[in-house]
């Protein structure tokens, strides 16, 4: 199975707001809402930040959110800050039973 | 303080085998499924394995069914990855993961530093 598609890098400016979307189909992003979304530092372990498509874990900023639509996920980060730039992942649960990642979009804060 | 801290991981020959392990603290270790995910050098993330708390349900990807083995000792909260058949591009950082909500679908909430599997001659 393909990896989901996310752009390959997004870019923006301090204080302003940027999209990544993350692509399935009806067999995963668009078949359940079991999308999850991943931050990964250079040289670091990936932290998650959404989880069951919209759900933010204690301690993540409400700078991030999500939405869904058909069988495209996106997250929105609002307020950009220096310290979001990182890479972000997108997951989803497939129909056969297994998990699938994005393939990872770098977000570079200029 | 909740963490999980994978070791096992070094340089082993294409067709050899070489087992993982992940030591869990700070949580109910049998209440928790568990993931593996790796992440070969430059590339992207690509879940790998999970096993429910009990142990009782597992579940792998596509590129290592019937080589790739998971488990786990709960009376040593423990979770292990055996590796066998490696090939070039099982190279990677191997992570363990805490998925508290049932399994990798919902979300890993803690992750280890990962291990790092070489696999050449």
């Known amino acids: 199975q393909s990896a989901l598609t996310q752009p390959a890098s997004v870019s923006g400016s301090p204080g302003q707001s940027i999209t990544i979307s993350c692509t399935g189909t009806?067999?995963?992003?668009?078949?359940?809402?079991?999308v999850s979304w991943y931050q990964q530092h250079p040289g670091k372990a990936p932290k998650l930040i959404i989880y069951?498509?919209?759900n933010r874990p204690s301690g993540v900023s409400n700078r991030f959110s999500v939405s869904k639509s058909g069988n495209t996920a996106s997250l929105t980060i609002s307020g950009l800050q220096p310290e979001d730039e990182a890479d972000y992942y997108c997951?989803?649960?497939?129909?056969?039973?297994?998990?699938?990642f994005g393939g990872g979009t770098k977000l570079t804060v200029l | 303080e909740v963490q999980v801290l994978e070791s096992g991981g070094g340089l082993v020959q294409p067709g050899g085998s070489l087992r993982l392990s992940c030591a869990a603290s700070?949580?109910?270790?049998?209440?928790?499924?568990m993931t593996w995910v790796r992440q070969a050098p430059g590339k992207g993330l690509e879940w790998v394995s999970d096993?429910?708390?009990?142990?009782?349900?597992?579940y792998y990807a596509d590129s290592v069914k019937g080589r790739f083995t998971i488990s786990r000792d709960n009376s040593k909260n423990t979770l292990y990855l055996q590796m066998n058949s490696l090939r070039a591009e099982d190279t990677a950082i191997y992570y363990c993961?805490?998925?508290?909500?049932?399994?990798?679908?919902?979300?890993?909430?803690?992750w280890g530093q990962g291990t790092t599997v070489t696999v050449s001659s």
């Open positions: 993961a805490k998925s508290p909500r049932g399994g990798a679908a919902h979300g890993m909430d803690v």
């Open positions: 700070g949580f109910t270790f049998s209440s928790s499924a």
């Open positions: 096993i429910s708390g009990s142990g009782g349900s597992t």
């Open positions: 009806s067999s995963d992003v668009g078949g359940y809402n079991f």
């Open positions: 069951d498509v919209s």
């Open positions: 997951s989803s649960y497939t129909s056969s039973n297994t998990v699938i």
